[in-house]
């Protein structure tokens, strides 16, 4: 198993609809989990940090299932401006809080009006 | 909010040049990352900074890579002699928890 996986996408949905991202790691031991969002040429944004069995935040809900090694992205009620590549980045710790991020290579999601 | 900021945002330079992109980390975080991606591909990691010291580098960062923090806010990658598979865009990012915040990035074209 590669040690970030990602639906390789892309998605094209239109405005208002529901979507999920899915995504699956190798390192059983890995404790956390980000979600960043990517623009076209831009940086990587923070988008949700996923801690525990998941977290939710306005439209978007993350969730873990640390049995499985997989991780989830929901995006409700879709917007113009969520239209991003979604990368799925597992955290490697290698002391404090020093972490080597992993990142998958992506979702494309397009949201069309 | 407080950002990571890059500079150059674009670079170009002809093989076997050096370079050095410089970036400035949020300015009460404690770790310092740069990483890189060529166009159409993930984003990968090159190397962690903590202490003024390395923590950890990965494959790619090889000896032809260095990183400095020269003073109390720049935070520096050097290409002592840049290839043409160096062409990439170059992320520098900064943390005090493990969530790490990414600079816009510099694009290095080498010709």
């Known amino acids: 198993r590669k040690e970030v996986e990602q639906d390789p996408g892309p998605f094209n949905v239109p405005e208002g609809a529901t979507v999920a991202f899915n995504c699956t790691y190798s390192n059983s031991a890995s404790q956390s989990f980000f979600w960043y969002r990517q623009d076209c040429r831009k940086e990587p944004k923070l988008l949700m940090s996923v801690y525990s069995s998941g977290n939710e935040d306005g439209r978007f809900t993350a969730q873990l299932n640390r049995a499985s090694q997989y991780i989830s992205l929901l995006i409700r009620d879709s917007k ?3 239209s991003a590549t979604y990368l799925c980045v597992v955290p490697r710790g290698s002391g404090g809080s020093n972490y080597k991020l992993t990142f998958g290579k992506g979702t494309l999601l397009t949201v069309n009006p | 909010e407080p950002e990571v900021t890059q500079t150059p945002s674009h670079q170009v330079t002809q093989m076997g040049q050096e370079v050095i992109l410089r970036c400035v980390p949020i300015s009460n975080h404690l770790y310092f990352y740069w990483y890189r991606q060529i166009l159409g591909q993930k984003v990968e990691f090159l190397v962690s900074f903590y ?7 990965s494959e790619i960062f090889d000896d032809q890579f260095s990183v400095e923090r020269p003073d109390g806010s720049n935070f520096t990658l050097k290409i002592r002699s840049t290839k043409l598979e160096d062409s990439a865009m170059y992320f520098c990012a900064s943390s005090v928890t493990p969530e790490q915040y ?9 010709t």
């Not at chain 2, 202490?51 to 580098?57: A, F, G, L, M, V």
């Not at chain 2, 990414?102 to 080498?110: D, I, K, Y």
């Open chain 1, 80 to 82: 113009l401006s969520d």
């Open chain 2, 51 to 57: 202490n003024n010291e390395i923590s950890e580098k």
């Open chain 2, 102 to 110: 990414f600079g816009p990035g510099t694009r290095l074209t080498v």
